[in-house]
Each structure stands twice: as structure tokens, then as C-alpha cells.
């Protein structure tokens, strides 16, 4: 019986690592989306605020 129990502990044990390593995948994979997303909406703002510039010349 010890020994069902200690199986389903270490099998319970390495589900909880796998979901926690996927879920900070999940984690680093969306703050690097983001980081983009942030870095592309700051071009796009600098090249309407130059051709907003180049309209008022």
C-alpha cells in the first residue's frame, strides 16, 4: 500500500512540475508578445507623429 501511495505522489508531483514549467512558458512566451507589440505600436506612433509633421510643412 506504501508503495501505491508513494507511485501516486511522484506521479501527482511531476504533473504539478510539468503544468508549472508550461504555465511559466506561457508566462515568458506572452510578456515577449507583448514586449513587441509595445515596441511596434511606439514605431508606428513616431512615423504618424513624422508624417503628421511633414503635412503641417
Do not use: C, G, P, W
Request: charged share 20%; aromatic share 6%; no cysteine.
Amino acid at each position: 500500500m506504501t508503495r501505491e501511495v508513494s507511485e501516486q505522489l511522484r506521479v501527482s508531483t511531476d504533473l504539478d512540475s510539468s503544468e508549472n514549467q508550461f504555465s511559466a512558458h506561457q508566462s515568458s512566451s506572452t510578456i515577449f508578445n507583448l514586449s513587441i507589440l509595445i515596441n511596434t505600436l511606439q514605431e508606428l506612433k513616431a512615423i504618424s507623429l513624422s508624417y503628421e509633421k511633414a503635412l503641417k510643412i
